[in-house]
């Protein structure tokens, strides 16, 4: 049977109750929670002794409006749920849609959307660092941030045309072919990006004030990260295998080089080193397949009105944030029966309160930025 | 363990359910030895079902399937846990204390489709507004003339 590990389940226990307990509302409209979440918190003091989250701010129930909507048209609604990493997003629901098909990507299909997944998460990554050394009180490594992830952001507007929302995967490969300047591009920034990350761990890896207020912080162990169902670089900060990259290749991961990072500090600062970590792995890869990209098509034939058979398909994709799963229920119609959307935002937050509870108040905007939430994703 | 290891496995543990293929097995049980089958799966060593990665419903217009989707860290083998359920009175044990993520889960999938879950610790509604109780949005005689647009 599953046992919780000692957490404090009594906060202050024996001792007599002097404040009372006191209850505050964090958000919705907070500038750490990145968001419209809510969050009630129960304090003693100045210790959590609940978290509460209140969703649902943004919820638009894309998964019944998928229900009405052709194969090829709800894979973009994904794109307005993780918008960070709706590349992946994207990938997962076209993927998805192949493998009840069973329709052959062609191999320079999937170079370029494994390139493109890989720059989506560098993005995010980087993305994400600024947004938590911010949330720690440090400014100026957002502004730093961004400035690579406009880079990220203009190849991906000469090849998508998008920035934000790239709509770049259709089911059997790509929409467009890259832009002629794709390679010479994304080599520059590889370049340029190598020098960036180490000036990041200069400034915020080895600061001591961060460590000091990532050390220790949200310490979650790796039974109960399983048992909640955390993914992604929040679960291997706790030393969880859960790459499915590695676990489960798709597309041409199996071909690449590249480590699967695990930290056993289960702490905020074990979290935040992972995703450092991935960066460079990140770029190894781009650098290992941007030389190699086969000629040929980007793109399967297919036809104009895609029918699933009758069945069901579930597709594990690695997102910026964790295992993203795609389960399809089709009738055999044109549009989906059911289709239900496995969000990692959605698992990790819910082992907040796990986290938080016996810590101080102040370290909860450390413990929320390490799990890297975006509420889109939670909410759907 | 192979999938066809799991499947004797699975045959020789639980005779009154019955397994069927696919990509991964799936096995479908009666409400009334859900619960202990899940306890099985996750606490026998060999199983060790560690990681439930997706639980949801399907509304089946006669009658509601709960969808349970697991994995073992240990031993990296999946399998697929099918409950059928009535649709008018639909009831079903929390596996909330098995695996701790099915808490949330399960609180949106009371919601969504109006399953209730039997000694869950907080069955309260999680994304939708107050008030929304008695009206579940993915079922598919739903109707909402405000906020649903129809494609």
Request: contains cysteine; aromatic residues 10%; glycine residues 6%.
């Amino acid at each position: 049977m599953y046992r919780e590990t000692e957490i404090l389940k009594e906060v202050n226990a024996g001792q007599p109750d002097v404040f009372g307990d006191l209850v505050i509302n964090v958000g919705p409209q907070h500038p750490a929670t990145h968001g419209v979440l809510h969050l009630v918190i129960t304090l003693n003091g100045e210790t959590i002794k609940k978290v509460e989250p209140h969703l649902g701010y943004i919820h638009r129930s894309i998964e019944k409006m998928d229900e009405s909507l052709s194969y090829r048209q709800f894979i973009y609604t994904t794109s307005r749920m993780d918008y960070l990493s709706s590349h992946i997003n994207n990938h997962g629901c076209a993927m998805c849609v192949e493998k009840g098909l069973q329709i052959e990507v062609p191999p320079r299909a999937q170079v370029i959307r494994v390139l493109m997944d890989e720059l989506t998460r560098i993005a995010s990554h980087v993305l994400w660092w600024g947004a938590m050394a911010m949330d720690v009180g440090a400014l100026t490594p957002f502004f730093l941030a961004f400035r690579e992830r406009e880079m990220i952001n203009d190849i991906m507007e000469e090849s998508c045309g998008a920035r934000l929302t790239m709509n770049y995967m259709v089911p059997g490969g790509v929409m467009y072919d890259i832009h002629p300047n794709f390679q010479r591009k994304v080599k520059e920034f590889v370049d340029h990006f190598k020098k960036k990350i180490d000036e990041y761990d200069e400034l915020v890896t080895n600061n001591v004030i961060f460590q000091n207020r990532t050390k220790g912080v949200g310490y979650i162990s790796k039974e109960d990260a399983i048992s909640y169902g955390m993914t992604g670089p929040a679960a291997r900060g706790s030393g969880v295998q859960c790459d499915i990259r590695k676990l489960f290749p798709y597309e041409v991961y199996n071909k690449v080089q590249f480590n699967e990072i695990l930290d056993n500090g289960c702490d905020s600062f074990a979290r935040y080193v992972v995703r450092l970590k991935e960066l460079r792995e990140s770029l190894s890869i781009i650098e290992q397949l941007i030389d190699n990209i086969p000629e040929g098509d980007f793109q399967a034939k297919t036809k104009a009105v895609l029918k699933l058979p009758k069945g069901e398909f579930y597709t594990r994709i690695e997102t910026a944030r964790g295992e993203f799963g795609v389960y399809i229920v089709s009738e055999g119609g044109t549009t989906p029966y059911r289709i239900k959307f496995r969000s990692p935002g959605f698992s990790n937050l819910s082992a907040l309160d796990h986290m938080a509870r016996g810590s101080k108040i102040g370290d909860m905007v450390a413990m929320m930025g390490t799990l890297d939430l975006v509420i889109p994703d939670i909410d759907r | 363990m192979i999938k066809e290891e799991l499947k004797i496995k699975l045959t020789e543990l639980f005779p009154s359910a019955t397994i069927e293929d696919g990509e991964w097995l799936n096995m479908n049980l009666a409400v009334g030895d859900f619960l202990s089958a899940m306890e099985v799966l996750r606490n026998k060593p060999e199983l060790n079902f560690d990681y439930l990665f997706c639980e949801t419903c399907v509304d089946w217009k006669t009658h509601l399937t709960m969808v349970y989707h697991m994995d073992s860290t240990q031993y990296r083998h999946q399998l697929v846990v099918k409950v059928k359920l009535d649709r008018v009175k639909p009831e079903i044990e929390t596996v909330s204390h098995i695996w701790r993520t099915a808490e949330f889960h399960e609180r949106e999938v009371y919601e969504l489709f109006g399953v209730n879950f039997l000694n869950h610790p907080d069955l309260r509604l999680l994304i939708l507004p107050d008030g929304w109780e008695g009206k579940n949005p993915l079922r598919k005689d739903f109707e909402d003339p405000v906020n649903m647009i129809k494609l």
